[in-house]
């Protein structure tokens, strides 16, 4: 079946430090690809998204590249603050499903 | 638009208490669905609706779950009877389709539930 696997967390980082979370997806067919942030006390919100292979999705510095060679979705940052610890989930949907499958998520906190 | 709005945004019950969870989903959004989160399992979805009708529930964890849409405007996820493993946040999110590869899923801010 469909899944998305995300590095644990958590991923702690200095300000302006470069982030990487990484993601990988097992589905069939050609699925839609998703970053999702939450912020503490809050629901998901759309970060990102990539609806074919070799799609950029960006977003607030935040990119990801749909890479079908590696069923990957890897976020990236090049320099983060302290206003972007959250967690965040990567996410799928593929054309046989109407359903968004999440990732079990990764806190990203950052330190000034 | 106010976005998706949950009530209420903290619930704390007695094991075996009726729970009723409340969602109001963006006006002119047509599809609507019920998340839960928690640390153990992360986000599951549990029914969600297209134009006020259920299309997939297979998500619900056992008859104690129940889901409705009366309209296009609120919908309410029950729990009857509640257990302490029913403890989670329950998240509500809308979207002008039910193809969330097409469209943006808006959440609210959910309603964590405690059953003591």
């Known amino acids: 079946g469909n899944s998305v696997t995300q590095m644990e967390g958590p991923v702690t980082l200095s300000e302006e430090a470069f982030l990487t979370i990484n993601c990988t997806y097992t589905?069939?067919?050609?699925?839609?690809l998703f970053w999702y942030v939450q912020y503490p006390g809050e629901g998901l919100q759309l970060l990102l998204k990539a609806t074919k292979a070799d799609d950029k999705g960006s977003n607030k510095g935040f990119e990801a590249t749909y890479r079908k060679e590696t069923t990957s979705f890897h976020l990236e940052k090049g320099s983060v603050q302290v206003s972007d610890s959250a967690v965040y989930f990567c996410?799928?949907?593929?054309?046989?499903?109407?359903?968004?499958?999440f990732g079990t998520g990764t806190r990203l906190q950052v330190f000034p | 638009d106010a976005g998706v709005i949950q009530s209420p945004r903290h619930e704390v019950t007695e094991m075996g208490q009726e729970v009723t969870l409340r969602c109001k989903p963006i006006?002119?959004?047509?599809?609507l669905f019920w998340y839960r989160q928690t640390m153990m399992r992360g986000l599951e979805l549990l029914i969600y609706?297209?134009?006020?009708?259920?299309?997939?529930d297979s998500g619900m964890p056992e008859d104690r779950f129940s889901a409705k849409m009366p309209n296009a405007s609120f919908s309410t996820l029950k729990i009857q009877p509640s257990e302490p493993r029913d403890s989670a946040v329950y998240f509500c999110?809308?979207?002008?389709?039910?193809?969330?590869?097409?469209?943006?899923?808006?959440f609210g801010q959910g309603t964590r539930l405690t059953v003591v």
């Open positions: 999110a809308s979207s002008t389709s039910p193809r969330v590869g097409r469209s943006e899923a808006f």
């Open positions: 609706f297209n134009n006020n009708v259920p299309i997939d």
């Open positions: 996410a799928l949907s593929s054309d046989n499903t109407d359903k968004l499958i």
């Open positions: 006006s002119g959004h047509n599809s």
């Open positions: 589905a069939t067919g050609y699925p839609s």
